[in-house]
């Protein structure tokens, strides 16, 4: 077992590596990271001699601690090692690198690793993202404490798990993340997006791609148009299309309408029939009007339905559904007779017909109309929606008031955010 | 593309060449052209035309670099060479800064001082107006600020023209060099260099060239934002030199400061010149005082990976409001010691940024030239020599710089 204990890698680093015979074969530039179970390992180190690279696997290591680097074999019988992609190294791909901390969605940078032997593995066991890490790196982290202990005061570990961080991609040298996934699902989409918005272009783009459906489609939603664009317009059409097809169809249409034609075609044609067809209908819509913020994804039953048989339908119909509020009152072309809400269905009789406790004089909007005009109903009424309906009276949709405010009051992410 | 679709283009990625230009023209570069009009006459003026192309190419990296990287310099420095080099680096530009934000806070006391406004009234409510700006307001408020506030630099082209210099020998002065061997002579040129080149508007413009996510594909937009605003810099200068060159320089009159400038301008040139001047070293101060520590604090954090955020409590991001807030505060105390020597620290500033310069000079030009982070994007052979050029050059005068300022003799 080649390592006992702990170390951090900036200990190890430019440290000369001992042949049996105590000569010097060079000095440690790298350390190679592979996929262990349950943390990544090292399976080897990368040795600089003269201007050379050797390559020292794991097994012909025989000594790894802080203070002595020895293997088994000599220079001459290394390997050569070119650096290529391919390998994950812990300095040239891992240190300094920026983390997405999920505790508090804060940037912080990796200082330094931690490596722990385990099983006869030197495995990776945490990211130094405190000052002590900063310190070590500057070769004044003793000088540091001793001069703190003479204030009587010390100075804590900041350490990162790796249980809580993920590669991305390990091959790809243009990465620079390592987000805690598993956690990142868990943050709220909204928190996602501002954090895709905050990186750079591509970065925010592999974090995009790499979150689930229906999480994505959630943080797309709350992005700048542009950027909805462009990690859209960046990833395969079916793969895009899983993710418009989860997104509400008025969004998913605000979406499209900002993507190449060519693009959104190729994107509605692999999503299910009728969702697409609903799309395509809003896309119709001018973006500023009713018709642009409405959403054709409501509830609506037949007159002559119970308040019973309403209330079980929709516990059916309401899952798929975003907003509903309120249960529409529809005649066999569509027309729109009335409205219950939510309240008024649960207060009454089980056994009245919905024409009976509908209310007639729901205010409606035609899809033309200036979506101005359908905030100020919406306000001064206190609706929670408005029914679109056209010059038939046939119902075509709903704006509802989280669409409202979303078009006056951009979402945080939505904001032009600059640092300077 | 239609002319009128690359126009909109245009306007879409324009602000961060041109704010970046402009807050360069801070009180310490407005100070030393005004000094070096006075001192020299015309016969500076022929600096600004290398240093102006040094001053595009430069840019226009670093530029290119937050194009394609994505990132900020200071991120770039961190994460290819270390925490050694960040860390140095960013202490060196902490000091510098601090340097710089004294000299723009004795620009603004200064000024206020023309404008018969007690300094010891004036820099408090100074400090706290940006602290409140800063932290209160958002960064397209501040922005729009900005950008008007680059307005009134044109007071300064006003007053040149003002001045009815003789402009025959002002266009001889310009395009053929006259190097006069004068220890006073060389250290004013680097100073022009100096000032115009700084080592923190790199970090600038880099970092809001990334903010602003400008596509590969919009970058011959943004170059010609950087490009325009280099232009604009030096046109402020040369402007600047003219006036002082137009009047106190034949008139004999030697000064030290930006502030005396305006002074002298007023039995000279009337109230106007007097006006534009003062008010000019005024808004040139306080944009700098506004925008050189907030970018200092936020560089620092990015390359030490601490938490950054003008919204942000002491708490929350205590480094990054320790730093921000010390260098407002002990700046504005060190302005208001009564005769404090400020000279001397704005010639200590100007020492510390050329002294940075070199190193942040070279990271940038070897940052742009490695593949794997520019692609294809990397540096013609043409812009390598004028980068190298101008590293070797400003190393170069840095040292004659510090040697003449410590052994005052030659």
């Known amino acids: 077992m080649p390592l006992f204990g702990d170390l951090f890698l900036s200990e190890i680093t430019k440290k000369p590596v001992f042949d049996p015979k105590g000569e010097i074969i060079g000095r440690m530039r790298d350390a190679i990271v592979v996929k262990g179970d349950p943390l990544p390992k090292v399976s080897g180190i990368v040795v600089e001699r003269k201007k050379a690279l050797l390559h020292i696997k794991w097994e012909n290591i025989n000594i790894f601690n802080k203070r002595i680097l020895s293997a088994y074999c000599t220079a001459d019988t290394a390997?050569?090692?070119?650096?290529?992609?391919?390998?994950?190294?812990?300095?040239?791909?891992?240190?300094?690198?920026?983390?997405?901390?999920?505790?508090?969605?804060?940037?912080?940078?990796?200082?330094?690793?931690?490596i722990e032997g385990y099983e006869g593995d030197a495995v990776l066991v945490a990211v130094d993202v405190g000052m002590r890490g900063i310190l070590r790196r500057l070769g004044i982290e003793h000088g540091s404490e001793e001069f703190l202990r003479l204030f009587k005061t010390s100075m804590p570990y900041n350490l990162i798990s790796w249980n809580y961080i993920q590669h991305l991609k390990p091959k790809l040298k243009t990465i620079t993340l390592t987000v805690p996934r598993q956690m990142v699902s868990d943050l709220h989409p909204a928190d996602i997006a501002d954090l895709i918005s905050q990186m750079s272009r591509e970065e925010g783009a592999h974090l995009f791609t790499d979150l689930d459906i229906e999480t994505a489609a959630d943080a797309l939603s709350e992005l700048q148009p542009e950027m909805q664009a462009q990690l859209i317009n960046a990833m395969e059409p079916e793969k895009a299309a899983d993710i418009i097809e989860e997104m509400s169809p008025d969004e998913a249409a605000d979406v499209l309408s900002d993507l190449p034609t060519a693009k959104a075609k190729e994107?509605?044609?692999?999503?299910?029939k009728e969702e697409a067809e609903d799309i395509q209908e809003l896309l119709g819509h001018e973006e500023d009007t009713a018709g642009g913020l409405m959403t054709n994804e409501f509830i609506a039953y037949p007159p002559?339905?119970?308040?019973?048989?309403?209330?079980?339908?929709?516990?059916?119909?309401?899952?798929?559904?975003?907003?509903?509020?309120?249960?529409?009152?529809?005649?066999?072309?569509?027309?729109?007779?009335?409205?219950?809400?939510?309240?008024?269905?649960?207060?009454?009789?089980?056994?009245?017909?919905?024409?009976?406790?509908?209310?007639?004089?729901?205010?409606?909007?035609?899809?033309?109309?200036?979506?101005?005009?359908?905030?100020?109903?919406?306000?001064?009424?206190?609706?929670?929606?408005?029914?679109v309906v056209d010059n038939e009276g046939v119902l075509l949709g709903i704006v509802s008031i989280d669409d409202i405010i979303d078009r006056l009051l951009p979402p945080s992410a939505k904001r032009n955010r600059r640092r300077l | 593309m239609s002319r009128w679709k690359r126009f909109l283009l245009f306007l879409s990625v324009m602000g961060p060449g041109i704010i970046t230009a402009n807050i360069d023209n801070d009180a310490s570069g407005i100070t030393t052209y005004s000094v070096a009009g006075a001192r020299f006459g015309y016969s500076l003026l022929w600096t600004l035309i290398p240093t102006t192309v040094s001053l595009v190419v430069i840019q226009e990296m670093v530029a290119r670099m937050g194009v394609v990287t994505g990132k900020g310099l200071s991120d770039l420095i961190r994460e290819n060479y270390g925490v050694k080099a960040a860390f140095y680096m960013m202490l060196g530009l902490l000091i510098a800064n601090f340097g710089n934000t004294v000299a723009n806070m004795a620009g603004?006391?200064?000024?206020?001082?023309?404008?018969?406004?007690?300094?010891?009234?004036?820099?408090?409510?100074?400090?706290?107006?940006?602290?409140?700006?800063?932290?209160?307001?958002?960064?397209?408020?501040?922005?729009?600020?900005?950008?008007?506030?680059?307005?009134?630099?044109?007071?300064?082209?006003?007053?040149?023209?003002?001045?009815?210099?003789?402009?025959?020998?002002?266009?001889?002065?310009?395009?053929?060099?006259?190097?006069?061997?004068?220890?006073?002579y060389i250290v004013l040129s680097i100073g022009i260099i100096g000032t115009t080149i700084t080592p923190w508007m790199q970090f600038y413009l880099q970092s809001s060239i990334a903010e602003k996510g400008i596509k590969k594909e919009d970058y011959k937009a943004s170059r010609l934002d950087v490009v325009i605003g280099c232009f604009i810099t030096d046109i402020i200068s040369f402007f600047v030199i003219v006036t002082c060159g137009a009047l106190l320089f034949p008139n004999g009159i030697r000064i030290n400061e930006a502030a005396e400038a305006a002074t002298a301008l007023k039995p000279l040139a009337g109230d106007y010149a007097h006006m534009i001047f003062a008010l000019c070293l005024a808004n040139a101060s306080i944009l700098g005082a506004i925008i050189v520590p907030l970018a200092t604090a936020y560089y620092i954090c990015e390359?030490?990976?601490?938490?950054?955020?003008?919204?942000?409590?002491?708490?929350?991001?205590?480094?990054?409001?320790?730093?921000?807030?010390?260098?407002?505060?002990?700046?504005?105390?060190?302005?208001?010691?009564?005769?404090?020597?400020?000279?001397?620290?704005?010639?200590?500033?100007?020492?510390?940024?050329?002294?940075?310069?070199?190193?942040?000079?070279?990271?940038?030009?070897?940052?742009?030239?490695?593949?794997?982070?520019?692609?294809?994007?990397?540096?013609?052979?043409?812009?390598?020599?004028?980068?190298?050029?101008?590293?070797?050059?400003?190393?170069?005068?840095?040292i004659f710089f510090v040697v003449a300022t410590i052994f005052p003799l030659a």
């Open chain 1, 79 to 114: 390997d050569a090692y070119e650096m290529n992609d391919k390998d994950l190294l812990a300095v040239r791909d891992i240190l300094d690198r920026q983390i997405v901390d999920a505790n508090g969605v804060k940037v912080v940078r990796v200082n330094d690793i931690k």
């Open chain 1, 267 to 272: 994107i509605l044609e692999h999503i299910e």
């Open chain 2, 303 to 398: 390359a030490m990976g601490w938490e950054a955020g003008v919204n942000k409590s002491f708490k929350e991001a205590p480094q990054f409001m320790w730093i921000y807030a010390l260098t407002i505060i002990l700046s504005s105390l060190v302005v208001m010691i009564p005769g404090a020597h400020l000279v001397f620290l704005m010639v200590l500033s100007a020492v510390l940024n050329g002294l940075l310069l070199p190193f942040v000079l070279v990271f940038a030009t070897l940052l742009i030239n490695n593949k794997g982070l520019m692609g294809e994007y990397t540096n013609p052979k043409s812009y390598n020599y004028i980068s190298w050029g101008t590293v070797v050059t400003v190393a170069v005068l840095t």
């Open chain 1, 304 to 387: 002559e339905t119970t308040v019973a048989e309403a209330m079980e339908r929709f516990k059916k119909d309401a899952v798929e559904i975003e907003s509903a509020y309120y249960i529409y009152v529809t005649d066999g072309a569509e027309k729109l007779l009335g409205l219950v809400s939510l309240r008024e269905l649960l207060l009454s009789d089980p056994s009245s017909k919905l024409s009976v406790i509908m209310e007639t004089k729901a205010k409606t909007i035609h899809p033309d109309v200036d979506e101005m005009v359908a905030a100020e109903i919406i306000s001064k009424y206190n609706l929670i929606a408005l029914p």
């Open chain 2, 108 to 184: 603004w006391a200064a000024s206020m001082e023309i404008l018969g406004l007690s300094k010891y009234v004036m820099v408090p409510v100074g400090a706290i107006t940006i602290w409140l700006l800063v932290t209160k307001g958002s960064y397209r408020f501040v922005e729009k600020i900005l950008l008007f506030a680059c307005l009134i630099y044109f007071g300064y082209v006003v007053s040149g023209l003002m001045a009815k210099p003789d402009w025959h020998a002002v266009l001889k002065e310009t395009l053929v060099p006259r190097i006069q061997w004068d220890s006073e």
